[in-house]
Nanobody, 115 residues
Framework: QVQLVESGGGLVQPGGSLRLSCVAS????????MGWYRRAPGKQRELVAT???????NCVGSVKGRFAISRDNAKNTVFLQMNSLKPEDTAVYFC?????????WGQGTQVTVSS
């Protein structure tokens, strides 16, 4: 069992930045593919970014060029750096860990982009 705890969400003005963190329990963090999803009000959950165990990254759709995912295996932590935030980025952001058939989700952290 892996527990994921997200932090770093909050209220930010359009054009601002936030850095989300997700700390994972367990000793094989480096072997997991990690990712971030989000669920905006009234919308379905969508993939934001992933990072493989080897460090390969992928950001999806409208966040390309604005968001970056990274990981620190020594600290069992994955990060989501979010720049040039827009009101449409407002959502609950969830951390996910995948290893083979296993998948674990965090509780989510709220990000609100508003003036």
């Amino acid at each position: 069992q892996v527990q994921l705890v997200e932090s770093g969400g909050g209220l930010v003005q359009p054009g601002g930045s936030l850095r989300l963190s997700c700390v994972a329990s367990g000793s094989i963090f480096s072997m997991y593919t990690m990712g971030w999803y989000r669920r905006a009000p009234g919308k379905q959950r969508e993939l934001v970014a992933t990072i493989s165990s080897g460090g390969g990254t992928n950001c999806v759709g409208s966040v390309k060029g604005r968001f970056a995912i990274s990981r620190d295996n020594a600290k069992n932590t994955v990060f989501l750096q979010m720049n040039s935030l827009k009101p449409e980025d407002t959502a609950v952001y969830f951390c996910i860990a995948r290893y083979g058939e296993y998948e674990y989700w965090g509780q989510g952290t709220q990000v609100t982009v508003s003036s």
